[in-house]
């Protein structure tokens, strides 16, 4: 049975777009096909720079979004405004700083607990639901637990840098961080750097996994493959 949904990430649609000014390739097109060809969620992660996603396009997308929309960003009030406004079946928080090129760690929610707890009642109490991108640290999870988050989303890049090595090495801080979070009643959602090649054991060995995020490498494969056959090759993988 397959548990794990598939929500396609299309800041590389807009990166490609924004390379040449103009409006192709069309990111709301890019989304409709997405769709169109399996895809469970739509992604976008407007950063402060407006570098790949812009706000306008998280507005225009709204309306033909008939999945589930989860927009990611660190949560500064010009972003807060933005998903209060558009009002997504999902948030998730991104601890990212303005200069980074990726998101390149998950939360100290040690450190942000008030802030983060703040910022979750907001969302919430407008009907989104939140996720909090963290690593597989337990003590972190617990504090996320705290917070009154939803969701956690684990943050996989250390999964798919050592899962080539070992993977049962490389899978089991994740294992362990699941179960903690489910037993405390957090829901689980996944991503970064998975691919068609670590994405089956992921999802495969991770219990309670609701949804992975996939951006660059999916979107990458599409000029492989293209991307409907993209797509259910990711769809493959979950089942
Ligand atoms: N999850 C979060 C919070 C992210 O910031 C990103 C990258 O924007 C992803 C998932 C997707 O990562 P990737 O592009 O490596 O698939």
């Known amino acids: 049975m397959k548990v794990t949904r598939l929500s396609v990430n299309i800041n590389k649609i807009a990166t490609l777009r924004n390379a040449r000014g103009g409006s192709i390739p069309d990111v709301v097109k890019a989304a409709v096909k997405c769709q169109e060809f399996g895809a469970e969620g739509i992604t ?3 950063r402060p720079d407006e ?13 033909v979004i008939t999945t589930e ?19 997504p079946h999902q948030v998730t928080l991104v601890p990212d700083s303005h200069d980074v090129i990726t998101s390149n760690q998950g939360w100290n929610v040690i450190k942000y607990e008030d ?105 990458s494969d599409a000029l492989y493959y293209g991307l409907e056959k993209t797509i259910q090759l990711y769809l493959e993988q979950l089942q």
């Open 44 to 46: 976008v992660h407007p």
């Open 51 to 63: 570098r790949h996603i812009r706000y306008q396009d998280v507005r225009d997308l709204r309306s």
């Open 69 to 87: 929309f989860n927009i990611e960003g660190y949560p500064s009030q010009r972003f807060i405004d933005l998903v209060l406004e558009v009002k």
């Open 115 to 219: 802030f983060l707890k703040e910022v979750i009642k907001g969302f919430q109490q407008a009907g989104i639901r939140t996720s909090l991108f963290v690593e597989s640290d337990l003590t972190q999870i617990e504090r996320a637990s705290a917070t009154g988050t939803n969701r956690i989303e684990l943050y996989t890049e250390p999964y798919a840098r050592n899962y080539a090595e070992n993977h049962e090495k490389a899978i089991s801080p994740y294992v362990r961080a699941a179960k903690w979070a489910l037993e405390l009643g957090l829901e689980l959602n996944a991503g970064h750097d998975l691919n068609l090649t670590n994405l089956r054991y992921f999802s495969k060995n991770l219990p309670g996994l609701l949804e992975v995020s996939i951006g660059h490498a999916l979107i």
